[in-house]
């Protein structure tokens, strides 16, 4: 509105000075919006990557997929009730429980670890650190998450599990427990950040308000603290959960290869993951049903995880606390 007042005014007085304010006025107004016009065509260009990429990845495993399911030797329900999986071997077998039930007895092992030292992590630097201690900590924690898995993976294999070996009889070289140890400081990261993040948001005022009403310390975090970033601490629970499940290098150097069902965390096992690492070293013909057995695991991997995804969005919508 103001432009426009200020083009009839310079336009009726006809003054040179306002005419060329009026120009730089408008010249300004138009290299703006051009910028304004060219970062949005770039973030739009960055979020149609991002779909794309996955939209593609989609096709990839669905068409591998598809093609794996109408071989003659391959069918549905055996895929998902055969106990056993040996696509490489003369008989082959493609059941793909083994590999599951290796997956989630890593994964629970990883969360028996993580959960309790994540959430006692994320307490203590809401609840009783001060800021100079949460500076020198928090930085610690973002380092433990950066390392490299394959490191992390050889200290279970040559670090961890020599001790584990010490104190429980029957573990082998190749074990769940040490893959599911190291995996649980792996995720711990994940679920101490979002849960400190979540537990910051709580207003300050609900803490006073149970102070008033002669709580402690204990009773605030466990009655007021906790229930009200409820949210934010599932959401990454689940999250650390769908790392745990796509871990790669740990519980290929830690866990084996050995695809069978087994609740003894001393066994070797065989994960989703660390079949697709070993598999796709081998020499399987492209095209092969083995081949296609990747894409079927990779498939199946990437459903679980889609799934935790969407839990965890829909437990954030539904047990979120907003304060005005």
């Known amino acids: 509105m103001m432009d426009k007042s200020m083009e009839k005014n310079a336009l009726k007085t006809n003054n040179p000075d306002s005419v060329q304010s009026l120009k730089a006025s408008l010249q300004k107004r ?38 794996f399911f109408a071989d003659p030797l391959v069918s549905i329900w055996s895929f998902l009730t055969d106990h056993q999986w040996t696509p490489f071997f003369s008989e082959k077998h493609f059941g793909i429980t083994p590999l599951i039930v290796g997956t ?36 610690i924690l973002e380092i433990l998450a950066g390392i490299p898995t394959v490191v992390l993976g050889y200290f279970a294999l040559f670090s961890l599990t020599p001790i584990l070996k010490t104190m429980i009889t029957g573990i082998g070289t190749q074990n769940a427990l040490a893959a599911g140890i190291i995996m ?3 995720i711990l990261p994940t679920i101490s950040s979002i849960s400190v993040d979540s537990m910051q948001a709580v207003p300050g005022r609900l803490r006073e308000a149970a102070y008033g009403l002669g709580s402690t310390k204990a009773e605030v975090i466990t009655k007021v603290v906790i ?41 070797a096992i065989a994960t989703m993951t660390a079949f697709i ?16 057995a990747l894409f079927a695991v990779g498939a199946t991997l990437f459903v679980i995880t889609l799934v935790l995804n969407i839990i965890s969005h829909q437990v954030v919508s539904r047990f979120s606390e907003k304060y005005d």
Request: aromatic share 4%.
């Open 30 to 67: 138009f290299t703006s919006r051009i910028g304004e016009n060219l970062i949005g065509l770039i973030l739009l260009a960055c979020a149609a990557i991002s779909v794309l990429t996955t939209v593609g990845v989609i096709i990839s495993l669905g068409s591998e997929t598809i093609s």
């Open 277 to 292: 690492a070993n598999a796709a070293q081998s020499d399987q013909a492209a095209g092969s049903v083995g081949a296609k």
């Open 184 to 186: 649980g400081f792996m």
């Open 104 to 139: 989630l007895l890593v994964t629970v092992i990883s969360l028996v670890v993580g959960i309790p030292l994540g959430l006692g992590a994320a307490i203590f630097l809401s609840e009783f650190a001060g800021d100079k201690t949460r500076r020198y900590i928090m930085p």
């Open 227 to 267: 229930p009200a970033a409820l949210s934010g601490i599932v959401a990454s629970i689940i999250l650390a959960m769908s790392r745990a499940i796509g871990e790669t290098m740990v519980v290929t150097l830690a866990a084996g290869a050995r695809p069978m069902i087994t609740f003894d965390p001393r066994d």
